[in-house]
């Protein structure tokens, strides 16, 4: 078992730039899939990027060339680079990870 802790989210204005770091409690080396989910208000919980163990990496359409995903398998994170937000990123983001989901980060994108 593992438990993720996200920090990172706030208020950004839109064309800004935000990281969000995801803490794992055990080393990650050996999980495979690590990833960054997020919801918006009355929308459906979405996958934004994932990243595998061996660090090949994939992102949801609406965040190809704005969002970087990476991990730090020495320190137990995985983080989320966000570049060039948009209102329409705003969302509760979700680090999931051995079926593993944490608590959440707000990030409220403003116009």
């Known amino acids: 078992q593992v438990q993720l802790v996200e920090s990172g989210g706030g208020l950004v204005h839109a064309g800004g730039s935000l990281r969000l770091s995801c803490a794992a409690s055990r080393g990650i080396a050996s999980i495979g899939n690590m990833a960054w989910y997020r919801q918006a208000p009355g929308k459906q919980r979405e996958l934004v990027a994932v990243?595998?163990?061996?660090?090949?990496?994939a992102y949801g359409d609406s965040v190809k060339g704005r969002f970087t995903i990476s991990r730090d398998n020495a320190k137990n994170m995985v983080y989320l680079q966000m570049n060039s937000v948009r209102p329409e990123d705003t969302a509760v983001y979700y680090c999931?990870?051995?079926?593993?989901w944490g608590k959440g980060t707000l990030v409220t994108v403003s116009s």
């Open positions: 999931n990870g051995m079926s593993t």
């Open positions: 990243i595998s163990s061996g660090g090949g990496t």
